[in-house]
C-alpha cells in the first residue's frame, strides 16, 4: 500500500506565495519521479512540475519562473515553492509518484488533493 499525503493548501491573495510538500509512504522504494498537477473547475487535469530521482525538473511554461518543486529523497517527500501566485493558478493541486514496490512492480499514485485559492 502506498500513501501520498498533502499539506500547504489554502488562501492567498494575489502575488503571495504558499509551500506545498507531499511525503510518500508505504513499502517502496524512493520515487522515481514526483510531481504536482493541478485540476480548475471544469478544466483537465495539467502537470504543473514533476522532478527525477536525480533531480531533474519540469515545469509547465504557466509558472517557470514563479514555482519550485524540489524532494529530499531521504524523507520520500517533494515540495512545491509557489511564488507570485495569481487567480488563475486556483485549482485542486494534486502529489503525484511513481514507485517502485519493495515487492515488485511499479505503480503510478495520487494524493488526495489540496486547495489551493488566490484572491484577486
Known amino acids: 500500500q502506498v500513501q501520498l499525503v498533502e499539506s500547504g493548501g489554502g488562501l492567498v491573495q494575489t502575488g503571495g506565495s504558499l509551500t506545498l510538500s507531499c511525503a510518500v509512504s508505504g513499502s517502496i522504494f524512493s520515487p522515481v519521479i514526483m510531481g504536482w498537477y493541478r485540476q480548475a473547475p471544469e478544466k483537465q487535469r495539467e502537470l504543473v512540475a514533476s522532478i527525477t530521482s536525480s533531480g531533474n525538473t519540469n515545469y509547465a511554461d504557466s509558472v517557470k519562473g514563479r514555482f519550485t518543486i524540489s524532494r529530499d529523497n531521504a524523507k520520500n517527500t517533494q515540495y512545491l515553492q509557489m511564488n507570485s501566485l495569481k487567480p488563475e493558478d486556483t485549482a485542486v493541486y494534486y502529489c503525484?509518484?511513481?514507485?517502485?514496490?519493495?515487492?515488485?512492480?511499479?505503480?503510478?499514485?495520487w494524493g488526495q488533493g489540496t486547495h489551493v485559492t488566490v484572491s484577486s
Open positions: 503525484n509518484a511513481v514507485v517502485r514496490l519493495t515487492s515488485g512492480g511499479v505503480i503510478n499514485s
